[in-house]
Antibody, heavy 112, light 109 residues
Framework: EVQLVQSGAEVKKPGESLKISCKGSGYSFATYWIGWVRQMPGKGLEWMGIMYRGDSDTRYNPSFQGQVTMSVDKSISTAYLQWSSLKASDTAIYYC?????WGQGTLVTVSS | QAVVTQEPSLTVSPGGTVTLTCGSSTGAVTSGHYPYWFQQKPGQAPRTLIYDTNNKHSSTPARFSGSLLGGKAALTLSGAQPDDEADYYCLLSYSGSSVFGGGTKLTVL
């Protein structure tokens, strides 16, 4: 069975960097796709982007292009979402999703 | 970027049938948009119900079905149960990017 386990909640200050992870089991990131989804407090789901076959083909939603970086380490079946300079508006739950299976979400709080 | 529209809220009686729809600002929704449907309950991660228009995910109850209806993607729930009360989101693909609808809050009452 496919399982996606995400890293724990983070509390950061504006301007700090962050990298969150999504570890898969029973699933090959090298073969299929993995996407990232944002859910701001009390709001709906937003598609951030997708990586096909590892990171050989990475596509960002225009709203997130240049704001985040998606990557994958196929050797340890782990995908990453990273920010170089967080803003308060990045406060949200971030989900990874692969072939229809979802991670449990990572809450990122950015506050001074 | 395209805008994907869903009914903000719907109500269904226990045991009843309800259809949720998902439209696109670019025109008719087709199988080429690879419609997905997700269910999300408060405080939980979403779960996938339907992919590629009408394919059920591994744990999707039989009472849920997906289709194309009148130029939109549709999710039909037949025999609603109290446990089906949740937010439902559709996702459409557009040449390399994807867009969620705003979600439908389904009440079973």
């Amino acid at each position: 069975e496919v399982q996606l386990v995400q890293s724990g909640a983070e509390v950061k200050k504006p301007g700090e960097s962050l990298k969150i992870s999504c570890k898969g089991s029973g699933y090959s990131f090298a073969t299929y796709w993995i996407g990232w989804v944002r859910q701001m407090p009390g709001k709906g789901l937003e598609w951030m982007g997708i990586m096909y076959r590892g990171d050989s083909d990475t596509r960002y939603n225009p709203s997130f292009q240049g704001q985040v970086t998606m990557s994958v380490d196929k050797s340890i079946s782990t995908a990453y979402l990273q920010w170089s300079s967080l803003k308060a508006s990045d406060t949200a739950i971030y989900y990874c999703v692969a072939d229809g299976y979802w991670g449990q979400g990572t809450l990122v709080t950015v506050s001074s | 970027q395209a805008v994907v529209t869903q009914e903000p809220s719907l109500t269904v009686s226990p045991g009843g049938t309800v259809t949720l729809t998902c439209g696109s600002s670019t025109g008719a929704v087709t199988s080429g948009h690879y419609p997905y449907w997700f269910q999300q309950k408060p405080g939980q991660a979403p779960r996938t119900l339907i992919y590629d228009t009408n394919n059920k995910h591994s744990s999707t109850p039989a009472r849920f079905s997906g289709s194309l209806l009148g130029g939109k993607a549709a999710l039909t729930l037949s025999g609603a149960q109290p446990d089906d009360e949740a937010d439902y989101y559709c996702l459409l693909s557009y040449s390399g990017s994807s867009v969620f609808g705003g979600g439908t809050k389904l009440t079973v009452l």
